[in-house]
């Protein structure tokens, strides 16, 4: 057992630790390239580790006791679960480890794959845009404790002075999180092996110990997700079994058992009674269990255990409401339990510091808080538990005002804006039935395995140094607009060339799917330097959803009208759809998600009927975050589907039976969200397929699906070429469930991040495809 300690009363699960000017992400890439070798990339990561202890120091965490947590990555912290338990998949035995930098280039083989490696699936983090590498394990995995890293970083922090607290996945939530591999038996599941993980994981907190950390933070996110492949109930279990192991190990730091992300209320009490140090829950998406905060068995349970109560939103920019946060902490101090402020979750999903951002406006600032400010606000609230609500009596009542300010503002209600969103009832939320639409789409003249793509076409470096140049003002509108019809010009006659049915423009003018649309929505800001980590070296730039949303002028008609200029092939409108909307931006606090939705909805709608002004016959409206902002709490799902699906028909009813409707979708697990495919009652649905080998057919081919279907032939994720053949093949998977009038033949998502040669070679091959599969059918 280790010496007893408690954790001072301010902490956090966990930092950006991309860099607030993306140093990371150069000095990884720059190491892949070539251009640095590992030395001087670990010298980075260690300034960059360097740097945020002393940040977090500065801005009010103690330096000594295990409150600065220990949470860098050089590319996902899954990735560094793997590594820490040596569980190299088998497939990448021949990767050779060994040398000084063995490790390193091992990593980045798992996380990237090389020429004659497939890298580890990626997929995403709970419902968060963040994207970790999924362990692949099966019976014979080697499980050893590696903590080198783990342990390094210890030493680091000491010798500058900071009791650091590294940072791990814990076991249970580690394994759900895996796959079984290639090699595994039939019916084997990764969370068969938690004896032998939590056996390693015991391993590591020796040697941690051993180097002389005070606190460790396991992270066990699957006790609140009924997204698993286990029943929540069942992952408490497992939860109980592997922490009465390594609580009960014999030299340990003590531990810190994290349950972020969601509602851990019904799980609390069982928590609090396990033998580690510290539980820590998230009370800004979940609550306290009140029944037993009242009967006193919660404080009973968490006797000799400290609570971590994450009142501090780690998921969105705004400022904390102070007094309110600083209410439920004394509500569980008044219990007699040992609380210490904390965040939600781990900060990696806010950027670094709103004192960043030079051009966003000065009110709107005043109302942000992203890492660093959180940290501060986190520092407040447990100077108050210490030392009584009067010393932070002037920070509460500043926030008061902050909040006031906030909710009186212009723009952040607009009546007429409101009033629409109100006024919008079933009937605007229904199209024509089934039966007349198809009927009046014939007129497309659209072929059986009709080809189209999903929408955008390689960003190449003249594209977007364009954009860069125009941003910067070296370029007029008038010669950027010059450059971007040529672009779409291009683009349209090399469609036509490959022989594709419904052409794209290629969407060259947009840096992002919805930054684009924030751009040119009211309601929305826009950020300089607000990054965050979307997987390994990527991050994105989430725009400020503050406001009500309106349309004030059309967005995309001069770009797709223009394209539909060119050729007499129908040009699809392609326009990003409100649950992606929301799903990539920090959304507001201060209302529920579906009335902002039905708001964004709404300005797609005016922008469809525009676009069908203009000559447009088939939109597309792409909502590839549908299946992200599930929630992972089931109870809350119902609510969720009904107002998602809702904003989306909102947005695609207004179109007249003859305008086909698209939608597009990518992630691989589709079955959880079939009902709400159909519900979405797009004409056509593009999916991701290509790497799972057609998986979503069959559920949707139970489901009887009726309308157009596209599900992926071409992975997009990786440079490589699929033959005519290869895709022919998974066109034949697909017609054996669906018949060949629904059936659409599409790459799995856009074009944007490939090169030219290759997608032509692609696109070539798959109208190939088509084409033979259209043969043999007649
Ligand atoms: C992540 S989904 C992307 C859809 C978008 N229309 C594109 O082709 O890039
Ligand atoms: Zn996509």
Redesign the pocket.
């Known amino acids: 057992m280790p010496i007893s300690r408690s954790l001072p009363a301010a902490t956090i699960l966990g930092y950006p630790r991309i860099g607030r000017r993306r140093e990371l992400k150069r000095a990884v890439e720059a190491y892949w390239k070539g251009d640095v070798d590992a030395a001087e990339l670990r010298r980075v990561a260690s300034e960059l580790r360097a740097g945020t202890r002393a940040r977090l120091v500065e801005l009010g965490l103690p330096a000594a006791g295990g409150a600065v947590p220990e949470s860098f990555s050089f590319y996902d912290q899954v990735l560094d679960a793997t590594l820490a338990l040596s569980a190299v998949p088998g497939r990448f035995a021949d990767v050779d480890g060994s040398g000084d930098d063995g490790d390193l280039a091992r990593y980045f083989a798992l996380a990237r794959g090389d020429r004659d490696h497939q890298p580890l699936e990626m997929t995403k983090w709970f419902d968060t845009n963040y994207h970790y590498s999924v362990p692949e394990i099966d019976e014979r995995t080697p499980f050893a404790a590696n903590p080198a890293w783990l342990v390094g970083q210890v030493s680091e922090a000491r010798e500058q002075g900071v009791e650091s607290r590294p940072v791990i996945v814990g076991p249970v939530t580690y394994l759900l999180l895996a796959k079984a591999s290639d090699e595994a038996g039939e019916g084997f599941r990764p969370i068969d092996r938690l004896d032998d993980v939590v056996a390693v994981y015991a391993e590591i907190l020796r040697a941690l110990a051993e180097a002389g950390a005070t606190w460790v933070q396991l992270d066990e996110p699957a006790l609140v997700s009924d997204s698993l492949a286990v029943p929540r109930s069942e992952v408490l279990a497992l939860v109980e079994r592997a922490y009465a192991v390594l609580g009960g190990a014999e030299e340990r730091p003590s531990i810190l058992l994290a349950a972020p992300y969601g509602d851990s209320a019904e799980a609390l009490v069982r928590l609090g009674s396990l033998p580690v140090e510290a539980v820590q829950a998230d009370l800004v998406r979940g609550a306290l269990p009140q029944a037993a905060l009242e009967s006193g068995e919660l404080a009973r349970a968490f006797a000799g255990t400290q609570l971590v109560a994450g009142v501090v939103d780690g998921r969105n920019i705004w400022r904390t409401d102070l007094r309110a946060a600083f209410d439920r902490l004394g509500a569980l101090q008044a219990a007699g339990i040992e609380v210490v402020v904390g965040t939600s979750n781990n900060l990696q999903h806010v950027p670094h510091d709103v004192g960043d951002e030079s051009k966003l406006d000065a009110r709107l600032k005043s109302w942000l808080a992203f890492a660093d400010q959180k940290v501060a606000q986190v520092a407040v609230l447990a100077r108050g538990l210490v030392e009584g609500a009067e010393a932070i009596e002037a920070e509460l009542a500043e926030t008061d005002r902050v909040l006031a300010d906030r909710a009186a503002a212009p723009g952040v209600r607009v009546d007429a804006v409101r009033a629409r969103a109100e006024a919008a009832g079933d009937d605007d939320r229904r199209r024509a039935d089934e039966q007349t639409r198809r009927d009046a789409q014939r007129a497309l003249g659209i072929p059986r395995f009709a080809t189209t793509t ?1 929408g955008s076409f390689p960003q190449t470096g003249e594209i977007r140094r364009a954009r860069a140049a125009f941003t910067r003002g070296e370029l007029t509108q008038e010669e950027y607009h010059e450059f971007l019809r040529a672009e779409i010009e291009r683009v349209i006659r090399l469609q036509e060339e490959i022989g594709l049915d419904v052409l794209v423009h290629g969407e060259a003018e947009r840096n992002d799917m919805v930054q684009y649309f924030a751009e040119n929505l009211d309601g929305f800001a826009v950020t300089e330097n607000g990054w965050v980590q979307s997987y390994g070296t990527r991050a994105t730039r989430p725009s400020i959803l503050w406001g009500d949303v309106s349309r004030p002028a059309p967005i995309t008609v001069e770009w797709s009208s223009f394209a539909q200029s060119l050729t007499e092939r129908p040009v699809k409108g392609m326009l990003t759809g409100p649950v992606t909307i929301l799903a990539w931006s920090f959304v507001r606090d201060d209302q529920p998600l579906g009335d902002t939705a039905a708001q964004v909805a709404l300005a797609l709608r005016d922008e469809i009927d525009d676009l069908v002004s203009a000559g447009i016959r088939i939109v597309q409206v792409d909502e ?1 975050a549908l299946r992200e902002l599930l929630p992972l709490d089931a109870g809350r799902q119902a609510d969720y589907l009904e107002w998602s699906v809702g904003s989306f028909r909102l947005a695609t009813s207004g179109a007249e039976p003859e305008v086909q409707i698209h939608t ?1 979708l ?1 992630y691989s697990e589709f079955g959880e969200i079939i009902d709400a495919i159909d519900g979405l009652a797009a004409d056509v649905t593009s999916i ?1 397929a290509a790497r799972s080998r057609m998986d979503v057919v069959e559920p949707l081919g139970e489901h009887g699906y009726s309308r157009g279907i596209g599900p992926g032939v071409y992975d997009i994720h990786s440079p490589r070429v699929p033959s005519v053949e290869e895709q022919t093949e998974l066109i034949r998977i697909a017609a054996e469930r669906i018949p060949g009038e629904q059936l659409w033949v599409n790459p799995d ?2 074009l944007k991040t490939r090169g030219y040669e290759e997608t032509v070679a692609s696109l070539t091959n798959l109208v190939r495809a088509a084409q033979a599969v259209r043969a043999a059918a007649v």
């Open positions: 999903i590839p597009h990518c991701e998502c856009g």
